[in-house]
T-cell receptor, first 112, second 112 residues
Framework: SQTIHQWPATLVQPVGSPLSLECTVE??????LYWYRQAAGRGLQLLFY??????ISSEVPQNLSASRPQDRQFILSSKKLLLSDSGFYLC???????????FGSGTRLTVV | GQQLNQSPQSMFIQEGEDVSMNCTSS?????WLWYKQDPGEGPVLLIA?????ELTSNGRLTAQFGITRKDSFLNISASIPSDVGIYFC????????????FGQGTRLTINP
């Protein structure tokens, strides 16, 4: 069966420090991968999506970047965190998007 | 970009009551999905709808795909404490890659 792993679960980082969040998927090949951010426990904002290795599309201009070094690995990064980068970050995957996404359990990032 | 208007934003109900929430859009979607998010977790798919007019049930949950393809509703009958959470509607967009557009969520609180 397919599973998605996202870590760490929580992270507290100082302003100006780098960030690396990792997401891996098991049990499927060639998934579409997504990074979302959720602020204040409400709406989901799509940050990046990827349809293949090395293929990254950015939805909104921001202080973050994404990479997909392997088929089932998706990484969210920042060189220097801002206070406004705090939030709940969710990774998701799909093979057939019309069947919906499967989300990871999320990373709660607090920038202090 | 396309947006989904989800209402109500919050609901405070008594245990045992029925719940109704809906999403509307100015654009047509070919697929509607409903997700539920428990506190501190990623959203989980509840129901997927693929045809205009389709009415689908999942236990105490019932969702319908509007005839105009611009709206959908979710009903929960006889609410129980574990129904607490945030409910999101999502519509499928095909712009290059397939993506889901999410509503802003309905936060459901249940008083025992």
């Amino acid at each position: 069966s397919q599973t998605i792993h996202q870590w760490p679960a929580t992270l507290v980082q100082p302003v100006g420090s780098p960030l690396s969040l990792e997401c891996t998927v098991e049990g499927t090949s060639n998934p579409n991968l997504y990074w979302y951010r959720q602020a204040a426990g409400r709406g989901l904002q799509l940050l990046f999506y990827s349809v293949g290795i090395g293929q990254i599309s950015s939805e909104v201009p921001q202080n973050l970047s994404a990479s997909r070094p392997q088929d089932r690995q998706f990484i969210l990064s920042s060189k220097k965190l801002l206070l406004s980068d705090s939030g709940f970050y969710l990774c998701a995957w799909s093979v057939l998007t019309s069947r919906g996404y499967t989300f990871g359990s999320g990373t709660r990032l607090t920038v202090v | 970009g396309q947006q989904l208007n989800q209402s109500p934003q919050s609901m405070f109900i008594q245990e045992g009551e029925d719940v109704s929430m809906n999403c509307t859009s100015s654009s047509i979607f070919n697929t509607w999905l409903w997700y539920k998010q428990d506190p501190g977790e990623g959203p989980v798919l509840l129901i997927a709808l693929y045809k205009a007019g389709e009415l689908t049930s999942n236990g105490r949950l019932t969702a319908q795909f509007g005839i105009t393809r611009k709206d959908s509703f979710l009903n929960i009958s006889a609410s129980i404490p574990s129904d607490v959470g945030i409910y999101f509607c999502a519509g499928l967009v095909i712009q290059g890659a397939q993506k889901l557009v999410f509503g802003q969520g309905t936060r459901l609180t249940i008083n025992p």
